[in-house]
């Protein structure tokens, strides 16, 4: 941090921890994000109740976040489904062969690559 000063006034552009605390700067410890807005402490708020409206809110959120935690679910089954039908199908070596349709491969046959995750030959299809 630089000690930058953009006027001649006491109110210095610096962050607080590079200057001592001074009297004036009490009032400034009073604002901010541990501050409640309004000067309504947080023990008055827990007392009040949520409105019907606020509590009609919240529980649309948490239905929605439901539905969508269902829906994901759903989602990963069908990928893991769909890897177990992939592993059952196998129908090459991975190593002459394609090992997702069996295809030969090299000079004679189709051009490969390497799964990345099972590190074996697979075709270009």
Not at 81 to 101: F, H, P, S, W
Request: proline share 3%.
């Amino acid at each position: 941090m630089t000690d930058t000063v953009f006027s001649n006034s006491s109110n210095r552009w610096m962050y607080p921890s590079d200057r001592p605390l001074q009297s004036n700067d009490k009032e400034q410890l009073q604002a901010g994000w541990s501050v409640h807005p309004g000067g309504q402490p947080d023990r008055q708020r827990k007392q009040e109740e949520l409105t019907d409206e606020e509590k009609e809110i919240i529980n649309r959120v948490i239905a929605r976040a439901e539905k969508m935690e269902e829906m994901e679910q759903e989602r990963i089954g069908r990928l893991v489904d769909r890897l177990e039908n992939m592993r059952k199908n196998v129908a090459g070596d991975g190593v002459n062969r394609c090992i997702l349709c069996g295809e030969q491969l090299g000079m004679l046959g189709s051009a490969c690559v390497v799964c990345e995750d099972c590190k074996k030959n697979v075709c270009t299809k």
